[in-house]
């Protein structure tokens, strides 16, 4: 009996965490001012859930449906939409573009894509 109790309150802490980390992600993408489609923003998205849900606490996690539902939470997506969505976080991961960076990375790149972007 105490045993399943355990089981279920890990269980519970670790979707809250999870809901955690999407709500996060979720408020970083909303910031964003790409378009929903933009291949470089889906991109962006699958590294961040590969970052923050690694293979070791998460892997019976669909990281795939991770991303989608972020860019559904920051984008009203048609079905057509949520489609090429999901033909491109397909070829991403089956082209193996995404990666796992660091945080400190992360930072940098948004970082120097931010002053590019106010340069041109």
Excluded at 3 to 28: P, T
Excluded at 41 to 70: H, I, M, P, R, W
């Amino acid at each position: 009996m105490d045993e399943s109790k355990l089981k279920l309150g890990k269980l519970n802490r670790k979707k809250a965490k999870v809901q955690s980390i999407m709500d996060g992600l979720c408020n970083e993408l909303m910031c964003m001012k790409e378009s929903k489609l933009d291949q470089e923003l889906t991109k962006d998205v699958c590294n961040s859930v590969a970052l923050y849900f690694d293979k070791g606490k998460y892997k019976d996690l669909d990281k795939k449906q991770v991303a989608l539902e972020l860019i559904k939470k920051a984008h009203e997506l048609s079905p057509e939409e949520e489609q090429i969505i999901l033909n491109q976080i397909e070829y991403l991961v089956n082209h193996k573009q995404v990666k796992k960076y660091s945080y400190i990375g992360r930072k940098l790149a948004f970082f120097l894509k931010y002053i590019t972007g106010k340069m041109l």
